[in-house]
């Protein structure tokens, strides 16, 4: 099984509106990241957040991280149609570097 | 600057064939990943080197497949023979030394591989 699962897994809003979706994991993480995908291309990473953090912002996006319940959210505010995308969140096991990814949420942003 | 430069984009082949994909790193990056991604399984680590030495190959699905990364700038995965099952987008990811540890990698646009 994937060590990130997103939810939901698609997330449709309308242009303006905040997109929050969420990420849970399976063992001890040092970070997390978060990644877009648009369709048809490859991965760009946005924000990471590390263990000893609880909220990051990085211009409209906000990424909070609950190490307790080893969840993660992404909030992105004030929503564009440019925000169509698919978002990944990502965790490297406390050793070794190999990024593993969670499966996903599609959001479609109308205009 | 270029990013991560795979090709190529999209291939189509018949079930039997080899097919050899490539990718070049962004230059002073010392990892590289492959990754593929279907639906049905989502993004899978198959391989990565560190200064072109394979480091973990444990997600390479089985004897079809190979990587090699001859130089610091060129890499390819290959499967031979190529199957239905192997239909996805192979992605090719770099990282520098001070950033791969933080889980941040520089993907190119993937190499859509269709076996019919």
């Known amino acids: 099984s994937q060590q990130g699962e997103e939810d939901p897994q698609a997330l449709s809003i309308q242009e303006g509106e905040n997109a929050t979706m969420n990420c849970s994991y399976k063992t001890s993480i040092n970070n997390l990241q978060w990644y877009r995908q648009n369709s048809g291309r490859g991965l760009v990473h946005l924000i990471l957040?590390?263990?000893?953090?609880r909220e990051k912002h990085s211009g409209r996006l906000r990424v909070t991280l609950d190490t307790s319940k080893k969840s993660s959210s992404l909030l992105i505010t004030a929503s564009r149609a440019a925000d169509t995308a698919s978002y990944f969140c990502a965790t490297l096991k406390a050793a070794g570097n190999k990024l593993t990814f969670g499966g996903g949420t599609r959001v479609l942003v109308k205009p | 600057d270029a990013g991560v430069i795979q090709s190529p984009r999209h291939e189509v082949t018949e079930m039997g064939q080899e097919v050899t994909l490539r990718c070049k790193p962004i230059?002073?990056?010392?990892?590289l990943f492959w990754y593929r991604q279907t639906m049905m399984r989502g993004l899978e680590l198959l391989i990565y080197f560190n200064n072109n030495v394979p480091i973990d190959d444990s997600g390479m699905p089985e004897d079809r497949f190979s990587a090699k990364m001859p130089n610091a700038s060129f890499s390819t995965l290959k499967i031979q023979p190529s199957e239905p099952r192997d239909s996805a987008v192979y992605f090719c990811?770099?990282?520098?030394?001070?950033?791969?540890?933080?889980?941040?990698?520089?993907f190119g646009e993937g190499s859509r591989l269709t076996v019919l």
């Open positions: 957040i590390r263990s000893n953090e």
């Open positions: 230059s002073g990056h010392d990892y």
């Open positions: 990811a770099s990282s520098p030394a001070d950033r791969v540890n933080t889980g941040e990698l520089f």
